[in-house]
């Protein structure tokens, strides 16, 4: 989707993606699904990505939910093929069972190095809670609910005042 030509759409990315893995409660994807729309970003699952192409992007967020504390390895291994860059937006995201910004920062870390080492410029990062589990207690229960999907759906607006505010 691109957005040139439209004066209201001026403060958007004239494009951007969502790389998206979500399997467990398609928690992460409900997260996606409020940002998406915001910046008018499509979606797409990390084997659909060929690295070259994120190239006509100029903005991209990456996320999945978080499996034994770290990004689901279908996204760190398209972190590992990506082409190098200089200037390339990129923001991370994730629904977690922990979610709270200590555990996640951490959860967070390996797909940031690799993004930073290919000199992809992180301008931020969502993290929230996300089901854990099928039956029985499980954790964090009923997350995401809609305070979180409401913070994502901030988080993609921020990312566009951010830009608006660079520009004035
Ligand atoms: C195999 C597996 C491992 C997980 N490991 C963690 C973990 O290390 N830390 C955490 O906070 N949550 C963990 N979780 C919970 C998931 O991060 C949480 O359920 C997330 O919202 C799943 O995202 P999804 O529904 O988009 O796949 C794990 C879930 C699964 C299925």
């Known amino acids: 989707m691109e957005n040139e030509g ?4 001026d403060m958007l990315p004239k494009k951007s993606l969502l790389v998206l893995y979500s399997y467990h409660h398609h928690n992460t994807e409900k997260v996606a699904k409020m940002i998406a ?11 659909d990505v060929n690295p070259e192409e994120l190239k006509e992007y100029d903005l991209i967020g990456f996320g999945s939910g978080i499996y034994g504390g770290i990004h689901h390895k279908t996204l760190l291994k398209l972190a590992d093929k990506l082409p190098e860059t200089t200037d390339k937006k990129v923001f991370i995201f994730s629904a977690s069972a922990g979610g709270e910004k200590s555990i996640t920062i951490k959860a967070h870390s390996a797909l940031r190095k690799k993004l930073q080492s290919k000199g992809y410029m992180i301008v931020d990062e969502f993290q929230c809670r996300g089901f854990l589990g099928k ?21 993609a607006q921020n990312l566009i005042k951010a830009k608006k505010d660079a520009n004035s």
């Open 135 to 155: 039956i029985g207690l499980g954790i964090s229960r009923g997350h995401p609910d809609a305070q979180d999907l409401k913070n994502a759906e901030e988080f």
């Open 37 to 47: 729309p915001v910046l008018c970003a499509e979606i797409k699952w990390p084997e």
């Open 6 to 9: 439209n004066e209201q759409l």
